[in-house]
């Protein structure tokens, strides 16, 4: 007798009971032991994220006030609700989106996280490590990748002084020469 263990997308060892039924003329009344087989799944926990590095922004459009997105997908099966919270290193610089929560229903259906850079008086351009927290079912000792956020600055917020008067850095490649 060959026992197949069946592929499924949770991360629980499973036991099994294998019964025998017996029939015909004089073995009606024989029995057999029962088999107990273990299933070790062979699936890991874990979070993938559809980008490791994203750009905001390019000088001359929308620069540090841009935005851009990710993904993120649970790689098997939760036992319960399991919260992914996306962390700025400099919020600064740049924002991101809310908590994002999975289930035992939803659990392979990415969700995005947006980040959002955010205009400053400097000209520097920003890195920003965008971390996540995750949390819940057996999913707590889970750790993610982390997504590298690089801010463009617009240079709009800068300022050049010329003679007695304060110019914004965008408008002084505008002022004509002779």
């Known amino acids: ?16 009971t294998i019964s025998h039924t ?30 490791t590095a994203r750009t905001l922004g390019t000088l001359g459009a929308l620069g540090e006030a841009g935005t851009a997105t990710y993904t993120v997908v649970l790689n098997t099966q939760p036992t319960g609700d399991v919260t992914i919270t996306p962390v700025s290193s400099d919020t600064g610089a740049a924002t991101v989106s809310g908590v994002m929560t999975f289930t035992t229903v939803n659990w392979n259906t990415a969700q995005t996280v947006t980040i959002t850079g955010v205009a400053d008086d400097d000209i520097a351009n920003e890195t920003v490590t965008i971390s996540h927290t995750i949390a819940g079912a057996d999913y707590a000792a889970v750790t993610s990748a982390n997504v590298t956020a690089t801010v463009t600055d617009d240079g709009i917020g800068a300022s050049v002084v010329i003679g007695s008067q304060t110019w914004s850095a965008s408008n002084v490649s505008l002022v004509p020469t002779a």
């Open 22 to 51: 017996i029939a015909g003329s004089d073995y009606a009344a024989v029995t057999s032991a029962n088999v107990t087989a273990t299933v070790t799944d062979d699936d890991t926990a874990g979070v993938t994220n559809s980008k």
């Open 1 to 16: 007798v060959t026992i197949t263990g069946v592929a499924d997308d949770d991360i629980a060892n499973e036991t099994v």
